[in-house]
């Protein structure tokens, strides 16, 4: 494909974004990741970009894309993306607050027999200040308190957020996961202490209850820490997303569905 051919796509892929064009962007994407073999799991790539799109549009009716395009010498095509929009309808749970912004992102594009395969370059600090300027995220100075608000932003964006990339990464302890249910809806140790906690954890390996890293005292860590049991899912609200502190590995709701009916021999 030429340099002409492949910006002109890019385009097109940027406007259906914006547009709300299903049928183009499924034409675009592959349904595979970049560097990663789709697990039976895992939702197609194309899916997950796809289930983006309506919550963003609502949310920032002016919703605007501009793309620049470089083809690499190594077949791969390098885009700077400049997203903005102004916040003008609930997002996830965050209020509008009727600010208007811009960011920029760095992509790295491949070719794959059915489509485009997307890499973001950029570390994943830059979609987690994009998250934290639409109140998504609480900025850093409030990580510790109780959100204002129930947002539920899509498992898909934390992954980007946590780990930088939209694949699963390889865990060896996923076979490790014995409980699956929380018995406790409270952190019993900032109870005792007198403390608050924003979210709250449950180590899949023993049932231990604790508040997040993000909390003053980091109850689920220093679990982590004492027993070497390195996985806890999310207990807040109906959050079923699993981290591995050791393989610093995010999956969603599905691995945990997974793993629990593999235990209950379903």
């Not at 592959?30 to 963003?56: C, T």
């Not at 699963?168 to 202490?193: G, K, W």
């Not at 004492?226 to 591995?244: K, M, N, Q, V, Y």
């Amino acid at each position: 494909m030429s340099s002409e051919a492949s910006n002109a796509g890019i385009q097109a892929f940027a406007r259906a974004i914006v547009n709300g064009n299903d049928d183009v962007i499924r034409e675009f994407l592959s349904d595979d990741y970049d560097g990663h073999e789709r697990q039976p799991d895992e939702p197609p790539q194309v899916e997950r970009w796809l289930a983006l799109g309506p919550a963003l549009r609502e949310a920032m009716p002016d919703l605007a894309i501009e793309v620049e395009s470089q083809e690499g010498d190594d077949g791969t095509t390098g885009v700077h993306a400049t997203v903005s929009g102004t916040h003008t309808a609930t997002l996830w749970g965050a209020p509008p607050s009727g600010q208007a912004h811009r960011w920029t992102f760095d992509l790295t594009l491949g070719r794959a027999a059915d489509g485009w395969l997307v890499n973001a370059d950029g570390p994943p600090t830059m979609a987690i200040a994009a998250l934290r300027d639409l109140g998504v995220l609480p900025p850093p100075e409030k990580m510790h308190l109780p959100p204002p608000h129930p947002v539920e932003p899509p498992e898909f964006l934390l992954k980007l957020a946590f780990t930088g990339q939209a694949a699963d990464r390889p865990c060896t302890h996923l076979a490790d996961a014995r409980v699956f249910q929380p018995a406790s809806d409270e952190c019993a140790q900032c109870v005792a202490s007198g403390g608050i906690w924003p979210a709250l954890r449950m180590c899949l390996v023993c049932g231990f209850v604790g508040c997040c890293d993000t909390s003053t005292s980091k109850h689920m860590r220093q679990h982590f820490e004492a027993t070497g049991h390195p996985l806890f899912r999310s207990i807040r609200r109906d959050e079923g997303w699993i981290w591995c502190y050791e393989d610093a590995a995010f999956f969603e709701r599905a691995t945990l569905d997974r793993l629990a009916a593999a235990a209950a021999g379903g």
